[in-house]
């Protein structure tokens, strides 16, 4: 749902900000994404095949296989999925480490993310971008960042190269509720607001940014809100919920192509593993009884049910998905094993563009 404070905030500066509030509402007329029994039975594949790719990918990193630093998106499955399902093939996405999840869902081959994450020449960014730098110009996927908040004035900028050049396109940008306390966080929507700008920012809040906990490190705790000071429309999603996530991303996404305004959208979720793959689950900065709790809100498990409601999805049913997308894992974990290291010249390729020729 849209925030009362935000319909205040909106109006107060722009006179055209009736238009923008119309395709905020529930009413959002074009707006309104398919959710019918294929469009489900979709975006439940795609959430399995994340998950069982990442349990594979947790697997592999405890042998040894995958070096650095790994990040699952397990739990949070339902905001990348839901968001990207609903993006046009020439939109933009950028993100940040915690990025198996969103390539997945962006349609890159899952053989090219496992050797990715194996550091192998065949990965969607040569093998050597790994698991926090995955990368796929083709699909407009521009990534997998390292650091807090950095990748948010560079989706301004596409932003700003999209209405330069007079596209329609939007781009999309995936950032936890940490980076909001960064100073990038400010410049970047700033200048989106400014100058009006096809972005749509969303904010994972998985209430954790490592181990230290949301209201420990915001002055706010609402954090949509912060949307306001730059009098940006604005929601809260309940980002286990994929279909809300998919109303609320398209009414963003319509507003940005239509009107070139941008939004910020706050989802809330969950990580259901550490922070990272060397960091404790729970224990620490969590209590087991709080993961147990929120584990009950699996987005794969909601979706299912709805569908056991609406479809009659069977057990069946979920089971041969299930094999089916084990065995898309299984050969993308044979690929990686199978691809070669990137040979030592290839470490000066790919670093600067070269823009005279
Ligand atoms: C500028 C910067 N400061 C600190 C770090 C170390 N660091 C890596 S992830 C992280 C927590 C970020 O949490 P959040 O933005 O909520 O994303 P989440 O990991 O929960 O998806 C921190 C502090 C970093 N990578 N970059
Ligand atoms: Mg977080």
Redesign the pocket.
């Known amino acids: 749902m849209a925030t009362k404070k935000t319909e205040t905030a909106r109006g107060s500066r722009r006179g055209a900000s009736r238009k923008g509030a119309s395709a905020r509402g529930n009413g959002a007329k074009s707006a309104a994404p398919a959710n019918d029994a294929a469009t489900r039975r979709e975006l439940l594949h795609t959430m399995l095949l994340e998950r069982r790719f990442e349990e594979k990918a947790a697997e592999a990193y405890a042998l040894g296989k995958i070096g650095g630093f790994c990040?699952l998106y397990i739990g949070?499955e339902a905001v990348g999925t839901g968001v990207i399902s609903v993006l046009r093939d020439d939109d933009y996405i950028i993100t940040?480490?915690?990025d198996h999840g969103q390539a997945l869902a962006r349609g890159i081959n899952a053989r090219a993310i496992m050797a990715e994450l194996f550091g192998r020449s065949d990965g969607c960014s040569k093998g050597k971008g790994g698991s926090m730098h995955l990368f796929d110009r083709e699909k407009n996927f521009l990534g997998g960042h390292?650091?807090?908040?950095?990748h948010l004035p560079i989706a301004t900028g596409v932003a700003f190269a999209i209405k330069y050049r007079g596209g329609d396109q939007v781009c999309v940008c995936f950032?936890?509720?940490?980076?909001v306390n960064?100073g990038a966080f400010h410049e970047a929507l700033n200048m989106a607001a400014l100058w009006r700008l096809p972005v749509i920012y969303v904010i994972?809040?998985?209430?954790?940014?490592?181990g230290?906990a949301?209201e420990r490190a915001s002055a706010i705790n609402d954090i949509a809100e912060r949307a306001c000071s730059y009098d940006m429309p604005n929601e809260v999603v309940d980002g286990q919920d994929i279909i809300a996530v998919r109303e609320a991303a398209a009414r963003a996404i319509e507003r940005a192509r239509t009107e070139s305004e941008p939004t910020l959208l706050e989802m809330r979720t969950y990580?259901f593993m550490g922070?990272?793959m060397s960091d404790a689950v729970s224990g620490t900065y969590r209590t087991k009884e709080e993961l147990e709790e929120q584990m009950k809100r699996d987005p794969i498990t909601v979706l299912r049910d709805l569908m056991e409601e609406e479809d009659g999805w069977s057990d069946e049913q979920m089971t041969e998905m299930d094999q089916e997308v084990r065995k898309m894992v299984e050969d993308s974990y044979e690929f990686a094993e199978q691809s070669p290291e990137p040979p030592l010249e290839s470490l000066y390729e790919d670093v600067l563009v070269d823009t005279t020729s």
């Open positions: 990040h949070q940040s480490y915690r390292g650091i807090v908040g950095a950032f936890g509720e940490a980076a960064n994972e809040n998985n209430r954790y940014g490592m230290t949301l990580r922070h990272s």
